[in-house]
């Protein structure tokens, strides 16, 4: 089994490399209908999985210099306190009993769904709030904004670990249309590390990390994000997200159904 979950981490990380859509939406999923590893035990493990390979990507955007921290902060601000509140919720209501894995279940669905949203409909969102330069926010405004992004992708990341990629990305795009992609990119991973570690942390302390199984992902994955990520100019990007949204909508409706 240790073997298929580091092809399954390989395969998965060469697909994020690819397309560049957070893997949680991709590995909690496949550790649930696949494996059939219990929700919260694949989140928790994915949302480790998550920090340790977020925080390596971190450093290479901070090198780089496409990290916007005043918005890092911001999301921050929304984000943390609404993982550390989500994680006391799921202790007091039992992140282990059948009722909550199911509400889990359906949390992670709903996350993919969105994700597949944010995949397939980004660039008219994008050509939207461009053409409506009245809509934009500033200031104020724009700050309270970016802090309430930030609490409600804190607690879709604590209860189904998808959100920090597409999700996030997206939402960055809508309120700072003129961030360069790079910067959006860069900025969506760094306050997606500090989220991703106390998401984990609460799952740990939990209990509901699978420390081998994690162990396994990050062997397979990291070589896949780097074969990925090399090979990403000679692949058509849409053809790749057509077939990532196609895979994710069936892997939603097999989590509902």
């Not at 996350?111 to 397939?120: E, N």
Request: proline share 4%; net charge positive; with cysteine.
């Amino acid at each position: 089994m240790t073997l298929t979950y580091i092809i399954s981490g390989f395969a998965v990380g060469t697909l994020v490399g690819l397309t560049g859509v957070g893997g949680g939406s991709l590995m909690t999923p496949l550790l649930t209908l696949l494996f059939g590893v219990s929700p919260s035990v694949a989140v928790g493990t994915d949302l480790a999985f998550a920090s340790i390979t977020k925080a390596t990507g971190t450093f290479t955007h901070r090198l780089r210099g496409t990290v916007e921290w005043q918005v890092v902060r911001l999301l921050c601000f929304g984000a943390l306190p609404a993982a550390l509140l989500t994680t006391l919720g799921l202790k007091y209501f039992g992140t282990l009993d059948k009722e909550i894995g199911q509400i889990i279940r359906y949390s992670i669905a709903g996350s993919v769904f969105l994700t597949v949203i944010a995949i397939l409909y980004r660039s008219k969102l994008i050509a939207w709030i461009n053409a409506h330069p009245e809509r934009q926010l500033h200031g104020t405004r724009l700050a309270v904004a970016t802090i309430t992004a930030g609490a409600i992708l804190g607690i879709l990341v604590t209860i189904s670990s998808i959100g920090a990629g597409a999700i996030g990305a997206t939402i960055l795009v809508l309120l700072y249309p003129k961030m360069p992609a790079a910067h959006v990119a860069g900025t969506d991973i760094a306050y997606a590390v500090p989220l991703t570690a106390i998401a984990a942390f609460g799952h740990w302390y939990l209990g509901s990390i699978d420390w081998v199984l994690l162990g396994s992902l990050l062997i397979g994955s990291l070589p896949g994000i780097t074969l990925g990520s090399l090979a990403a100019k000679a692949v058509p990007e849409k053809l790749l997200r057509g077939i990532l949204a196609t895979t994710l909508t069936l892997v939603a409706c097999k989590l509902v159904m």
